[in-house]
């Protein structure tokens, strides 16, 4: 089955303490992104990937790292998470921008709570 | 501030009526738009697309409009159906789909 998947799915952590959220797909997409969402601010990108390699900032990058060491996996990582950190997350992916296939298929979320 | 806004929080529908969800943006430089639905405890998924080279596009029960000049898409659900009670987000690209930039979503209610 063709899927997006996320671990974990709820995470309650401390300040300061390094987490990592994985995101992994089996479409082999090019493209991968992270997005958080907050009420009443939609979906937010924090960052995207092209393709292995080559990662990019959103629109709210600040507070957080990933990486795309391989194709179909692109970690989000916080590196020390702090309480306005606390949202749902969420990774998407979708074959190369520019083909004209620009649906992205989403994960079904992580929610982090930061105390 | 943000480029893409979706004005109603939520919109309550009568079941086999119209659906009409409104999104309005600023940016001139969007090229490409597209519907998400999302359920609770789910991901967003895709609905519907359409190019700003165009300014209609239909896809079974679904059908986006694009007003360029108004800086304005609509989508339209007919005839509404109770399982397409889900909060509908509006994307909106500058870059043929590298940045996407969402709207805070429409809550939709489809009674029976």
């Known amino acids: 089955e063709a899927q997006v998947t996320q671990n974990p799915r709820y995470l309650i952590t401390v300040t300061g303490k390094k987490l990592t959220v994985t995101c992994s797909q089996n479409m082999n997409h090019e493209y991968m992104s992270w997005y958080r969402q907050d009420p009443g601010l939609g979906l937010r990108q924090i960052y995207y990937s092209m393709n292995v390699e080559v990662t990019d900032k959103g629109d709210v990058p600040e507070g957080y790292k990933v990486s795309r060491k391989e194709k179909r996996n692109f970690p989000l990582i916080l590196e020390s998470p702090s309480p306005n950190q606390t949202s749902l997350y969420f990774c998407a992916s979708s074959p190369t921008p520019g083909l004209g296939l620009y649906e992205q298929y989403f994960g079904p979320g992580t929610r982090l709570t930061v105390t | 501030d943000q480029q893409v806004k979706q004005n109603s929080p939520s919109l309550s529908v009568q079941e086999g009526r119209i659906s009409i969800l409104n999104c309005d943006y600023t940016?001139?430089?969007?090229?490409?738009f597209l519907w998400y639905k999302k359920y609770p405890a789910e991901g967003p998924t895709f609905l519907i697309s359409i190019s700003s080279i165009k300014d209609k596009n239909e896809d079974g029960r679904f059908t986006v409009f694009l007003n360029k000049s108004a800086k304005h898409l609509s989508l339209h659900i007919v005839p509404s159906q109770p399982g397409d009670s889900a909060v509908y987000f509006c994307a909106a690209s500058p870059n043929y789909g590298q940045n996407f930039v969402f709207g805070p979503g429409t809550r939709l209610s489809v009674l029976p």
């Open positions: 940016n001139s430089m969007f090229d490409y």
